[in-house]
């Protein structure tokens, strides 16, 4: 920990070194760059292209006219970085005569589908897809509207190696499983930043609406040596919305989910800059409101019912043409109940499972960048606090409402450099230290059940990625000291790219991933219900759950004369997961309806497989993904999972399907009219079954589902920047939804599998800006 405190010292130092430079790089007024946007095969003029000059905070939009100019520049040479919706981005140099305006004559091609993506996920900075030393799935805004995605579960399964599911009949809350592990082994950040907590993550991918993020970038494997705990199966990173130009919009759509339960979705987006780009805000709000449905007209509902509300904004201020001050903020409240008999109170019900959120989240951040685009340094810092208050029960019992609380806060210092030489080739060094903090207090008053938690971390992280010719070569690591952990944890990564030519990149990486002990998860409501007093203590050396992972890819790009493209990628995998976390009964008082459980180190398990995603498209007016994982996941020993002695253990991971898929077929016949036909299948798995509807607890095998969905949407022009939308679609057509749910107040609400929604149409409207 000594080594983790005297790096943040280190780079604390340099903040106001980094200040002070910046008196050297002031800019004047000697010259500027005035310059034209256009389209290049119309040669229409683009208006509201972001122009900015790489490495600096400089930057502006194009007017009606595709015009933009930068005033008092320092005579030099600089990079012109234009980018549009649609268009692919360029990069211009231009050089900068003292007292002359220089034009630049800036012309943009239409995006091709298998555009070079920029990313961050990959080594925490830009960097473009091809060139990243790991793959990172994207999912943007595009992918949102074709499958209709409300919030960010109902996206994530359309990639290779990712499903989701729910896991709770009563709450609903849903779960993301990377190669087949379950939820906890995947880190969830919002712009690169771990600040959800175990008890946020619990509701958190349903919590997060769609129009609050621009895209979602997917890491697969260990990457504990980037974001710390919890990323063993891999990242979910959540880029949220830059405001870059002013738009708007306005949107609302109906459901009828089972064909006869009705939900409803109202969601607008704006942003605003000023008229000197030096400061810009973008703002979000969703109203959600979700009726229960019930699917065996047991009066006991498989979906609950939902009213939430969002709000946020992302700002900026540029200090000056260096430095750069941002802001977030977000808002939540949501409240959600499963069970049955909605119209009385929950203790008047049979059995209820009800929470209701306040959710609060922000962040800080200054931003430095020295003017050749070469090294970037911030200090950040994120928060959320949760005031959660709940009731688990059955039976009509009064004494099982519950409050709980949760704050966590992150401050970070890091940077990155471009060097032209470091040791023996060009490199890209990035290195930071963080400090991340959790309390989390839960009560359970009618019980006298009091749980608190307080964790915290210290991290450091370094990487240096060398960059030859058709090689690149990445070494880092992380060192993370926990308080409920006596070692200091190291995460190694190593990573290896080979293009042998543009269209081709061979990936090999190593990397590790750990789990830090928690004694709040998703599970402990499930214990709860009825009463049950439960605490968590962590047996005596509790090691860290650590993995090993090992992927090999290759990744194909392939363009067909002017019309085709197309892109194959080839994915490898392996895991080596040990001291897995695992919970057993040490004390059991049956008169006080109270429980003692042991959080202990296990066996490990082993998960292999591999993944195929095709792509392939015609004038980016029609494109057809498919993507397929086949794995295998075993424990290392049998594990058992029911408390009952004479019930089999298992070997095999359970909820986890040997093979599973993804397609989509988007199509666009002319220009305002846009159809798109998804799908996912889902093979056989085992599932826990426990008593309560049944006798004894058993191992369900459940059937394969096809999930197929069908969307159409139509723009109307109203102004040459004002459109209006009008969409339709039915989700899951042939309604492959779970048909042996139990019933009644005693089911096992944990027995849910399958597609997260049954047969659903839903018709929509919006108005928006471009």
């Given at each position: 920990m000594k080594i983790i405190k005297l790096c943040f010292i280190a780079i604390a130092m340099l903040i106001p070194y980094i200040a002070n430079s910046n008196k050297i790089n002031n800019i004047n007024d000697e010259a500027s760059i005035e310059g034209h946007v256009f389209d290049a095969q119309t040669q229409e003029p683009i208006a509201y292209a972001s122009v900015g000059i790489k490495g600096t905070t400089i930057g502006t939009v194009s007017d009606n006219e595709g015009n933009f100019v930068f005033r008092k520049l320092k005579p030099g040479n600089y990079t012109l970085v234009v980018s549009f919706v649609g268009y692919e981005k360029v990069e211009k140099q231009i050089s900068v005569i003292e007292g002359k305006s220089v034009h630049a004559h800036i012309e943009l091609k239409q995006t091709k589908i298998m555009m070079n993506e920029v990313v961050i996920s990959a080594s925490r900075m830009e960097t473009s897809k091809k060139e990243a030393p790991v793959i990172v799935n994207v999912l943007s805004e595009k992918t949102f509207e074709q499958t209709n995605a409300q919030d960010i579960s109902q996206a994530l399964g359309f990639q290779s190696g990712v499903r989701v599911e729910y896991n709770c009949q009563n709450c609903g809350f849903p779960q993301v499983r990377i190669n087949g592990m379950e939820g906890p082994y995947t880190q969830i950040l919002i712009d690169s930043r771990p600040v959800l907590s175990s008890l946020a993550g619990v509701y958190g991918l349903e919590q997060i609406p769609v129009n609050m993020v621009e895209r979602i970038e997917v890491v697969k494997g260990?990457?504990?040596?980037?974001?710390?705990?919890?990323?063993?199966?891999?990242?979910?990173?959540?880029?949220?919305?830059?405001?870059?130009?002013p738009t708007f919009?306005?949107?609302?759509?109906?459901?009828?989910?089972?064909?006869?339960?009705?939900?409803?979705?109202?969601?607008?987006?704006?942003?605003?800059?000023s008229k000197d780009h030096k400061a810009g805000a973008s703002f979000y709000q969703t109203f959600r409101k979700k009726n229960p449905y019930d699917a065996d007209g047991d009066g006991f509902s498989e979906i609950g019912k939902l009213d939430a509300f969002s709000f946020g904004t992302k700002a900026y201020y540029k200090i000056d043409n260096t430095q750069k001050l941002s802001l977030e903020y977000h808002t939540m409240q949501e409240k959600r109940r499963g069970g049955n008999l909605f119209s009385l109170p929950e203790h008047e019900s049979d059995i209820t499972e009800m929470t209701e959120h306040k959710i609060h989240s922000g962040g800080l951040n200054y931003d430095y960048f020295t003017l050749d685009g070469k090294n970037h340094y911030s200090i950040y810092s994120s928060l959320q606090y949760i005031d959660r208050d709940s009731y688990f029960g059955t039976h009509k019992d009064p004494l099982a409402y519950g409050k709980s609380q949760d704050f966590t806060y992150l401050i970070g210092l890091g940077g990155n450099n471009r060097l032209d030489n470091f040791l023996f080739l060009p490199a890209k060094i990035v290195y930071g230290v963080e400090y991340n903090n959790n309390f989390l207090e839960d009560n359970i008053l009618g019980y006298n059940t009091q749980m608190k938690q307080h964790t915290f971390t210290y991290g450091a992280f370094a990487q240096v990625e060398w960059n030859a010719k058709k090689f690149n070569f990445l070494l880092g690591g992380r060192l993370d000291k926990h308080n409920l952990i006596k070692t200091?944890?190291?995460?190694?990564?190593?990573?290896?790219?080979?293009?042998?030519?543009?269209?081709?990149?061979?990936?090999?990486?190593?990397?590790?991933?750990y789990?830090?002990?928690?004694?709040?998860?998703?599970?402990?409501?499930?214990?709860?219900?009825?009463?049950?007093?439960?605490?968590?203590?962590?047996?005596?050396?509790?090691?860290?759950?650590?993995?090993?992972?090992?992927?090999?890819?290759?990744?194909?790009?392939?363009?067909?004369g002017e019309n085709y493209q197309a892109n194959l990628l080839l994915e490898a995998f392996y895991t080596d997961l040990k001291d897995v976390f695992a919970l057993r009964v040490i004390k059991y008082d049956s008169a006080n309806n109270s429980m003692v459980q042991e959080r202990y180190n296990a066996s490990g398990a082993n998960i292999f497989g591999g993944s195929l995603t095709a792509k392939i498209s015609y004038k980016a007016k029609y494109t057809l993904t498919l993507g397929y994982t086949l794995q295998n996941s075993r424990y290392k020993k049998m594990e058992y999972w029911s408390e009952n002695p004479s019930v089999e253990g298992t070997i095999k991971m359970l909820r986890t399907p040997d093979n599973y898929a993804y397609a989509t077929l988007l199509l666009q016949p002319i220009e305002p009219l846009n159809i798109s036909i998804t799908g996912t299948y889902t093979g056989k798995m085992q599932v826990p079954h426990f008593a309560g509807y049944i006798e004894r607890d058993r191992l369900e095998t459940t059937p394969r589902f096809f999930d197929i969905n069908l969307t159409a949407s139509y723009d109307f022009a109203l102004t040459k920047d004002v459109f209006l939308q009008l969409s339709s679609g039915i989700k899951n057509i042939f309604n492959s939804f779970q048909k042996d749910f139990d019933k009644g107040p005693d089911r096992d609400s944990?027995?849910?599998?399958?597609?997260?929604?049954?047969?659903?149409?839903?018709?929509?409207?919006k108005l928006f800006s471009k």
């Amino acid at each position: 920990m000594k080594i983790i405190k005297l790096c943040f010292i280190a780079i604390a130092m340099l903040i106001p070194y980094i200040a002070n430079s910046n008196k050297i790089n002031n800019i004047n007024d000697e010259a500027s760059i005035e310059g034209h946007v256009f389209d290049a095969q119309t040669q229409e003029p683009i208006a509201y292209a972001s122009v900015g000059i790489k490495g600096t905070t400089i930057g502006t939009v194009s007017d009606n006219e595709g015009n933009f100019v930068f005033r008092k520049l320092k005579p030099g040479n600089y990079t012109l970085v234009v980018s549009f919706v649609g268009y692919e981005k360029v990069e211009k140099q231009i050089s900068v005569i003292e007292g002359k305006s220089v034009h630049a004559h800036i012309e943009l091609k239409q995006t091709k589908i298998m555009m070079n993506e920029v990313v961050i996920s990959a080594s925490r900075m830009e960097t473009s897809k091809k060139e990243a030393p790991v793959i990172v799935n994207v999912l943007s805004e595009k992918t949102f509207e074709q499958t209709n995605a409300q919030d960010i579960s109902q996206a994530l399964g359309f990639q290779s190696g990712v499903r989701v599911e729910y896991n709770c009949q009563n709450c609903g809350f849903p779960q993301v499983r990377i190669n087949g592990m379950e939820g906890p082994y995947t880190q969830i950040l919002i712009d690169s930043r771990p600040v959800l907590s175990s008890l946020a993550g619990v509701y958190g991918l349903e919590q997060i609406p769609v129009n609050m993020v621009e895209r979602i970038e997917v890491v697969k494997g260990g990457a504990s040596a980037l974001f710390g705990s919890n990323a063993i199966a891999g990242t979910i990173n959540l880029i949220t919305k830059e405001p870059l130009y002013p738009t708007f919009s306005i949107a609302t759509d109906a459901q009828l989910v089972g064909m006869n339960t009705y939900s409803q979705n109202f969601n607008s987006n704006a942003v605003v800059i000023s008229k000197d780009h030096k400061a810009g805000a973008s703002f979000y709000q969703t109203f959600r409101k979700k009726n229960p449905y019930d699917a065996d007209g047991d009066g006991f509902s498989e979906i609950g019912k939902l009213d939430a509300f969002s709000f946020g904004t992302k700002a900026y201020y540029k200090i000056d043409n260096t430095q750069k001050l941002s802001l977030e903020y977000h808002t939540m409240q949501e409240k959600r109940r499963g069970g049955n008999l909605f119209s009385l109170p929950e203790h008047e019900s049979d059995i209820t499972e009800m929470t209701e959120h306040k959710i609060h989240s922000g962040g800080l951040n200054y931003d430095y960048f020295t003017l050749d685009g070469k090294n970037h340094y911030s200090i950040y810092s994120s928060l959320q606090y949760i005031d959660r208050d709940s009731y688990f029960g059955t039976h009509k019992d009064p004494l099982a409402y519950g409050k709980s609380q949760d704050f966590t806060y992150l401050i970070g210092l890091g940077g990155n450099n471009r060097l032209d030489n470091f040791l023996f080739l060009p490199a890209k060094i990035v290195y930071g230290v963080e400090y991340n903090n959790n309390f989390l207090e839960d009560n359970i008053l009618g019980y006298n059940t009091q749980m608190k938690q307080h964790t915290f971390t210290y991290g450091a992280f370094a990487q240096v990625e060398w960059n030859a010719k058709k090689f690149n070569f990445l070494l880092g690591g992380r060192l993370d000291k926990h308080n409920l952990i006596k070692t200091t944890i190291f995460s190694p990564r190593v990573n290896l790219l080979y293009s042998p030519s543009d269209d081709i990149q061979i990936r090999a990486s190593y990397a590790s991933g750990y789990r830090a002990p928690q004694a709040y998860n998703e599970d402990l409501h499930v214990t709860q219900v009825g009463g049950l007093s439960l605490r968590t203590q962590l047996a005596k050396g509790l090691k860290p759950e650590y993995s090993h992972s090992v992927s090999f890819s290759t990744d194909y790009y392939l363009q067909m004369g002017e019309n085709y493209q197309a892109n194959l990628l080839l994915e490898a995998f392996y895991t080596d997961l040990k001291d897995v976390f695992a919970l057993r009964v040490i004390k059991y008082d049956s008169a006080n309806n109270s429980m003692v459980q042991e959080r202990y180190n296990a066996s490990g398990a082993n998960i292999f497989g591999g993944s195929l995603t095709a792509k392939i498209s015609y004038k980016a007016k029609y494109t057809l993904t498919l993507g397929y994982t086949l794995q295998n996941s075993r424990y290392k020993k049998m594990e058992y999972w029911s408390e009952n002695p004479s019930v089999e253990g298992t070997i095999k991971m359970l909820r986890t399907p040997d093979n599973y898929a993804y397609a989509t077929l988007l199509l666009q016949p002319i220009e305002p009219l846009n159809i798109s036909i998804t799908g996912t299948y889902t093979g056989k798995m085992q599932v826990p079954h426990f008593a309560g509807y049944i006798e004894r607890d058993r191992l369900e095998t459940t059937p394969r589902f096809f999930d197929i969905n069908l969307t159409a949407s139509y723009d109307f022009a109203l102004t040459k920047d004002v459109f209006l939308q009008l969409s339709s679609g039915i989700k899951n057509i042939f309604n492959s939804f779970q048909k042996d749910f139990d019933k009644g107040p005693d089911r096992d609400s944990g027995y849910i599998y399958g597609p997260m929604q049954p047969r659903t149409i839903f018709l929509a409207i919006k108005l928006f800006s471009k």
